[in-house]
């Protein structure tokens, strides 16, 4: 049997790397294997994967020896991080240049870079229709992704550059599920006009990247957009509605209205609608569901993820 290459996963314990890693493992035929880098070795969700055929490797992005070590002998790498645990766009710049700086390093032949757009390319920091937040950025969770991928391209890394799309799941996790009004109905507040808004759901991610290591090198040196379904909020509650059995409602806010709103990122994500809003033809047209689907045969729709999701999405 010819031996299996090595891919890393970060963020394995994750969103996206975690459907990677399943993807990988569930797949008794695959070419490849996980080494599932994570902080916590230890963690309950680290432990599971190695139950299930994972080599667990403990690495901290702001530790560039701790990843050279982390990426040793891997065929391929899978590249995500994560701005929400510490809400600071250069601290996620610094961890993107430790990556790129191990990868290289490491000889890797396939390095997948989950990122986004930098939103200063189409809003520039004197364009006032959007704040500048912390000083230098527009949407800092996109922005800092964009600007870091010149770091992998800089080295000549043999990277592929992989566009999501808003996760699904973050009507679960993130706090954007339905809320209950006082009249009894239940709103989904969104501030995206009329506008479609390209989502999938994160372990389509991880499928998706585990087809573009599939196709060998025909991914290198491109960057590739994905998104299970592209729908409008009206599109979303009417599915919502007729799989969690309520009323819900479209809440279409204004941009300000929902920056104001004060929870932790609140700013930086009503920036972020207000971009997809704003250069929706743009950001639709770079995420092809239909490629999304040739990459990932298995590739949900809305209504799927929500049927299998439903028990789970809290109606507050």
Known sequence: MTERKTIAVLGATGAQGGGLAQAILSDNESEFKV????????SEKAVALANIGAELA?????????????????YGIYAVTNFWEHFSADKELEQIKNIAAA?????????????????????????????????KYKVPHFDAKGEGDHY?????????????????????????????????????????????LPGIAAEDIGKCAY???????????KTVGI??????????????SKVLGVDVVYNNVPFDVYRGFGFPGADDLGNMFQFKHDFDEYFCGVRNVEESKRLNPALQSFETWARMNKKAIPLE
Not at 35 to 42: D, G, I, L
Not at 211 to 218: E, P, R, T, Y
């Open 227 to 240: 998104s299970g379904e592209q729908l409008t909020g009206e599109q979303m509650t009417a599915v919502l």
């Open 211 to 221: 087809g573009i290591l599939k196709n060998g090198n025909g991914y290198i040196g």
């Open 35 to 42: 080494r599932a880098v994570t902080r916590k070795p230890e």
């Open 103 to 135: 990868a290289k390093e490491s000889g890797a032949k396939h390095v997948i870079w989950s990122t986004l757009e930098d939103t200063r390319k189409w809003v520039h920091l004197d364009d006032d229709r959007m704040p500048t937040l912390a000083g």
């Open 58 to 74: 403990a690495a901290d992005y702001d530790n560039t020896d701790s990843l050279k070590k982390a990426f040793e002998g891997v």
């Open 152 to 196: 992998f391209s800089d080295k000549g890394i043999p990277a592929t550059f992989l566009l999501t799309s808003f996760y699904w799941d973050n009507l679960i996790y993130f706090g954007m599920g339905p809320k209950k009004g006082e009249d009894g109905k239940y709103y989904f507040t969104m501030p995206m006009g009329e506008k479609k």
